[in-house]
Every structure is written in structure tokens, then in C-alpha cells.
């Protein structure tokens, strides 16, 4: 099975949002971050995310999407989704 990128409410007012990259329902990458996309300055402050098992449930989905293409260039990666916008991230 391919990769998933999940984007879930968090609650938290400083980071409101997780960000997690799954594949075969193991999560592969994880960040908390102040926004669910980059906005017009191109960037979302993230940090690691240290969430553990108990605290998952306390998380809302908010998207769910296939992605098509996943690359890693050392510690960057390169993500495109399979969606029409907003379909490519880069870490």
C-alpha cells in the first residue's frame, strides 16, 4: 500500500495542527505545526511531534490523502497528493 498524508486538529492553540505521513497504518513522519498549509510566505513553522499512544484519541481528522510521489533528499523531503490543489509540500 502507498503512503497517506494526514492532517489532524490538535487543539492546541501554538500548534494546532499534526501532520503525519502513514503507510500501512504506521506512521512514518510527524510534526505539529501552526498551520495546515504553507500560505502565501511559502512556509509552516513545525516541530517534531512527541505525541504518545493515550493521546491520539484526542485528535479530529481533518484530511486524509493518497499521495502519489514521495521523496527524500537527506533530511528533506519532497511530497506531492493526490488532490488538484495544494498538492505539493516540501519539508
Known sequence: MGFVWVVQA???????????IEQDGKVLFAVRAQDAWPGQRGNVFCIRDGTTVDELDLFTTIDRV????FNQFGKSLRITLDRPLKNVVSF
Open 10 to 20: 490538535t487543539g492546541n492553540p501554538r500548534f494546532p495542527v499534526r501532520i503525519t
Open 66 to 69: 493518497p499521495v502519489i510521489n
